[in-house]
Nanobody, 119 residues
Framework: QVQLIESGGGLVQAGGSLRLSCAAS????????IGWFRQGPGKEREYVAA????????YYADSVKGRFTISTDNAKNRVYLQMDSLKPEDTAVYYC????????????WGQGTQVTVSS
């Protein structure tokens, strides 16, 4: 089992920045990496970014490229999502999830952290 806890959400004005943190514990060695997802009000959950634990591979949704940066701190089993130039449309609950190589799916999820961007 893998446990994930997100933190760092909050209220910020448009153009501002936030850094989200995903703390992983348990059998993290059984996972390939971490992905960030978000679900805005009245919207479906969408993929935001992902990174392998090695940090060698990163992926970003087109909507956040150039504004968000994903990184890892393997010593602390943490993954960060630095969010800059935030827009009101970035308002959502942000979730981190762990990808399992055996299934190829994100099988473990955190409880989410709210990010609200005011205009």
């Amino acid at each position: 089992q893998v446990q994930l806890i997100e933190s760092g959400g909050g209220l910020v004005q448009a153009g501002g920045s936030l850094r989200l943190s995903c703390a992983a514990s348990g059998r993290t060695s059984s996972t390939y990496g971490i992905g960030w997802f978000r679900q805005g009000p009245g919207k479906e959950r969408e993929y935001v970014a992902a990174i392998a634990w090695s940090g060698s591979t990163t992926y970003y949704a087109d909507s956040v490229k150039g504004r968000f940066t994903i990184s890892t701190d393997n010593a602390k089993n943490r993954v960060y999502l630095q969010m800059d130039s935030l827009k009101p449309e970035d308002t959502a609950v942000y979730y981190c999830a762990a990808k399992v190589p055996d299934t190829g799916s994100y099988d473990y999820w955190g409880q989410g952290t709210q990010v609200t961007v005011s205009s």
